[in-house]
């Protein structure tokens, strides 16, 4: 247990569904990230909170939606989906960095596998 | 734009041996910081080992070190005594950026499946 959980494991959706994948971590860090990892290309940064506001969107397109009410939790909103999307999304999260040298990285969740059908 | 590349899509190893698992990043700072991190089937990314470019010794944790050679911009991992459970995917990254308000972005490569056999 890495202290960041990701609910649900495993979703299967239909492209006209609409669902909530959810991220909550207990480490007390204060920037939380979405990535997506899809079969042999890199993981891709999609949106990075911190401090519950949102610092980046990696030009992600409309149909996710992310959400981080405060600074343990973290969501991405899905609808209308495609079958491309169909990934592991990662949610993870980090301390304060301040300086490139920092050893601190990111702490993983295990991951929602999604499959769009 | 940072860019870190992994030459293996996957290695196979006799368990005992001792691994090395290629990385190289593209940068023009001078200073950054690289990880490597493992994904074994469950998905969890979990760190190993981490590497700042000041620093002036190569990291070790237990059985994992990491061969830094700053001047040819690699970052190599190397596993010793292999074990079963080693098995798993390997990424390598780079800090890229710092964002606003602490908060960071890692640039990962490809991967490297690592397949121990008994």
């Known amino acids: 247990e890495t202290g960041v959980t990701q609910t649900p494991r495993h979703l299967v959706m239909g492209m006209t569904n609409k669902k909530s994948l959810k991220c909550e971590q207990h480490?007390?860090?204060?920037?939380m990230y979405w990535y997506k990892q899809s079969a042999k290309k890199p993981l891709e940064l999609m949106f990075v909170y911190s401090l519950e506001e949102r610092v980046e969107n990696n030009s992600v397109p409309s149909r996710f939606s992310p959400e981080c009410p405060n600074s343990s939790h973290l969501f991405l909103h899905l609808h209308t989906l495609q079958p491309e999307d169909s990934a592991l999304y990662l949610c993870a999260s980090s301390q304060e960095v301040i300086s490139r040298q920092s050893r601190n990285g990111y702490t993983f969740g295990s991951g929602t596998r999604l499959t769009v059908v | 734009a940072q860019k870190i590349t992994q030459t293996q899509p996957g290695m196979f190893v006799q368990e005992k041996e001792a691994v090395t698992l290629d990385c190289t990043y593209d940068t023009s700072d001078q200073s950054y910081g690289l990880f490597w991190y493992k994904q074994p089937s469950s998905g969890e990314m979990i760190f190993l080992i981490y590497q700042g470019s000041y620093d002036e010794q190569n990291a070790t944790e237990g059985r994992y070190s990491l061969n830094f050679q700053k001047a040819r911009k690699s970052a190599n991992l190397v596993i010793s005594a292999s074990q079963l459970g080693d098995s798993a995917m390997y990424f390598c990254?780079?800090?890229?950026?710092?964002?606003?308000?602490?908060?960071?972005?890692?640039?990962f490569g490809q991967g490297t499946r690592l397949t121990i056999n008994p």
């Open positions: 990254a780079m800090r890229e950026d710092l964002i606003i308000q602490g908060a960071q972005k890692l640039v």
């Open positions: 480490l007390g860090h204060n920037a």
